[in-house]
């Protein structure tokens, strides 16, 4: 599925990163011309490929922001014609640049100076990647006012998926003409080469992807896996991401000793990525509360096939071949089903699959959503 057409990731940073800071210098706009409209994105983490790749084929100028004060004020100045704020539970990043503010106040003055910009014509934009928090419980009051004021107040919501849709409409109150659907790419060029569909092994492989939090519920598989009826065809399992002490669950409670389990703790590198994918059968998505998955639309890349919960975010981000590795979170013997429905998967099922889940990944290929989020931009006044 790789071809000359797939976006280089790395190029995509460097050029947003290289008009973002020039904007930092106060006599930069004096001599450059403005040729193209202006979008300021917060925040543009580097860790994380999605953010590039949602801007991945535009002809909007986009900049890469450290700071939400920078974006502000650089469209104070007219610097930049609109911002796009991603996630905005980071509203506190790289503050060192600013006085120091408690997370009340901090919130209370950025609330103040978007609803200027608004009544100057500045074009403001939001994503909302999660109906709830990742990392706690729930999101800090603060935060939660913030989320309400972007819902009731920017000129373009971004969902993407349906689940997102009906949260903002239902949940946040958004006005439903302001809300645009625009699915998350795929991840093709960012990871170089694609691997190809080829024939599982007998002993099917899973992997679970990504920093260990409870939401996840890994350690939830890991108990259903012990207990599954696979006998003999249930292979390696792999853990593999970031462990947070004092946040991710104790997962050594909760390896089925007639298991093989393999556990990669720490940061996984862009360049055993593909490494990691190629050398699995199945991802486990068993989440429980997420709008979106960039593990999904990785693994869709990487013609994966999912095993997860039949919820809106994750069912709506998998082709309907998937849907059979789905189960009902409210099923107390679901996930087992699946996990042994994918272990007694003949081999052209398997591959047939593969091919699906990288065929919906095409479909969805960062070059054709960035365009469809930058008419989305246009036509909703943001740019």
């Known amino acids: 599925m790789h071809n000359n057409q797939d976006p280089d990731v790395e190029a995509i940073i460097k050029?947003?990163?290289?008009?973002?800071?020039?904007?930092?210098?106060?006599?930069w706009p004096n001599f450059s011309?403005?040729?193209?409209?202006?979008?300021?994105?917060?925040?543009?983490?580097?860790?994380?490929?999605f953010i590039p790749l949602i801007f991945a084929k535009t002809e909007t100028q986009i900049l890469a922001l450290p700071s939400i004060w920078r974006g502000i004020r650089l469209a104070r100045l007219g610097h930049i014609d609109a911002l796009h704020i991603q996630y905005e539970n980071e509203i506190h990043r790289r503050t060192r640049f600013d006085p120091d503010l408690p997370p009340e106040d901090l919130v209370d003055r950025t609330i103040q100076e978007l609803e200027d910009l608004k009544i100057k014509g500045v074009g403001l934009a939001w994503s909302i990647h999660d109906a709830e928090s990742h990392y706690d419980e729930s999101y800090p009051h603060h935060i939660e006012k913030l989320r309400k004021f972007l819902a009731n107040t920017v000129d373009m919501i971004h969902v993407f998926n349906h689940a997102g849709r009906?949260?903002?409409?239902?949940?946040?109150?958004?006005?439903?003409?302001?809300?645009?659907?625009?699915e998350l790419p795929t991840c093709f060029g960012a990871y170089g080469r694609t691997p190809k569909p080829t024939p599982a092994p007998i002993k099917r492989r899973f992997l679970c992807f990504g920093t260990i939090l409870p939401m996840k519920g890994i350690e939830g598989f890991l108990d259903c896996v012990?207990?599954?009826?696979?006998?003999d065809k249930c292979g390696v399992i792999t853990v593999a991401g970031p462990f947070w002490p004092g946040k991710s669950p104790d997962l050594t409670q909760h390896i089925p000793a007639n298991r093989d389990v393999e556990m990669k703790l720490g940061f996984v590198g862009d360049s055993d990525i593909v490494d990691l994918f190629s050398n699995a059968d199945y991802v486990v998505v068993n989440y429980r509360?997420?709008?979106?998955?960039?593990?999904?639309?990785?693994?869709?890349?990487?013609?994966?096939?999912?095993?997860?919960?039949?919820?809106?975010?994750?069912?709506?981000?998998?082709?309907?071949?998937?849907?059979?590795?789905?189960?009902?979170?409210?099923?107390?013997?679901g996930l087992r089903h699946v996990i042994e429905k994918a272990c007694e998967m003949s081999e052209g099922e398997h591959l047939a699959l593969q091919h699906a889940c990288q065929a919906h990944a095409a479909r969805r290929h960062p070059n054709i959503q960035s365009k469809k989020l930058e008419a989305a931009l246009r036509k909703h006044g943001v740019l």
Request: charged share 20%; proline share 8%; hydrophobic share 40%.
């Open 33 to 49: 011309s403005r040729k193209r409209s202006r979008l300021g994105v917060f925040p543009y983490p580097l860790k994380n490929p």
């Open 15 to 27: 050029n947003h990163f290289k008009s973002s800071k020039a904007l930092r210098f106060h006599y």
């Open 166 to 182: 009906a949260f903002a409409e239902n949940m946040l109150a958004s006005d439903p003409d302001k809300i645009e659907l625009v």
């Open 226 to 231: 012990g207990s599954a009826d696979v006998s």
């Open 289 to 333: 509360r997420v709008l979106t998955s960039g593990v999904v639309a990785l693994a869709m890349t990487m013609g994966k096939p999912i095993i997860g919960t039949n919820l809106g975010g994750t069912a709506e981000a998998v082709p309907i071949e998937n849907h059979q590795l789905l189960y009902d979170p409210e099923n107390p013997s």
